[in-house]
């Protein structure tokens, strides 16, 4: 069975605009699929159907087997805490320090499992400090966001993101606000992550020949409808 599938997905905003036109497509475990396309095709649109930030007009999208397109409450945040977003903006409390941006990711966590908030246990603490090492963020632990390069804020956006324990990261644009040299960071710790720790991922990119270097497999959408689905080597030799 599939982790992730996506059948018919439709999705028109204001009874105006059609972002995603019947779109099916499925994710197995373990893969890392990149979503390429221009501005506009409807990719991100997509990742935030899945994690219920929009919800969808038409059509299904099953979870590890479970129908997740009107899922609501305790349900939802069991589902956004199994689908981690990783965001271009890296959408991060500025004025907080980057372990509490971290334990952030916990907090939702906690609240889809007892509906509880508001403390962390040391236990979590010493987790989060292992996830920043990880990321090579140890030194960073106290700073506050706004103090951080852009590469190390989105390193805190996937650290916060890791701490939900994911079965599932959805990367928005994750390097589209990044230097070359800060992308390549990235996406290197976006296929450590996938390979070492076996976390399935979506990853929106508009630059082609980076999906082509750090995935198996490549969606392309255009016009909110799928044009090519398959290995990343044939789509390279297409172009
Ligand atoms: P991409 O991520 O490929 O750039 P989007 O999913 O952001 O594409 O956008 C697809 C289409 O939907 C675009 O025409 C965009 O302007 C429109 N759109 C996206 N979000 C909204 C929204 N919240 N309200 C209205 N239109 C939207
Ligand atoms: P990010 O790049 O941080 O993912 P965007 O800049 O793409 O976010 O979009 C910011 C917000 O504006 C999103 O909630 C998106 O749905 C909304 N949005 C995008 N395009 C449109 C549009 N054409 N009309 C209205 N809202 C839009």
Not at 66 to 95: A, C, P, S
Not at 119 to 129: D, I, M, N, P, R
Not at 135 to 154: F, I, N, P, V
């Amino acid at each position: 069975m599939a982790l992730l599938e996506v059948k018919n997905l439709s999705k028109t905003y204001d009874n105006v605009t059609t972002a995603l036109q019947d779109i099916s497509l499925s994710v197995e475990e373990g893969e890392f699929v990149s979503v390429i396309g221009p501005s506009g095709a409807g990719k991100s649109t997509l990742l935030r159907s899945i994690n219920r930030l929009v919800d969808a007009s038409q059509g299904t999208i099953l979870f590890d087997g479970q129908d997740i397109t009107r899922v609501k409450g305790k349900e939802l945040r069991r589902v956004r805490t199994k689908t981690g977003m990783i965001f271009q903006h890296y959408n991060l409390v500025n004025r907080l320090s980057v372990i509490e941006n971290v334990l952030h990711g916990r907090l939702g966590y906690k609240s889809a499992l007892s509906g509880s908030v508001g403390y962390y246990t040391e236990g979590e603490k010493e987790q989060a400090f292992v996830i920043l090492s990880k990321l090579g963020l140890t030194e960073q632990a106290y700073k506050r966001c706004d103090e951080l390069s852009g590469g190390q804020k989105q390193r805190v956006g996937i650290a916060r993101a890791l701490m939900q324990e994911p079965r599932l990261i959805l990367c928005d644009e994750p390097i589209a606000s990044l230097d070359p040299g800060s992308s390549k960071v990235i996406m290197d710790y976006l296929r450590e992550i996938n390979k070492t720790m076996k976390i399935t991922c979506l990853v929106n990119l508009h630059q082609v020949e980076v999906a082509v270097r750090y995935s198996e497999r490549i969606i392309g959408i255009t016009g909110g409808t799928v044009v090519y689905d398959g290995p990343a080597g044939e789509l390279s030799e297409r172009m």
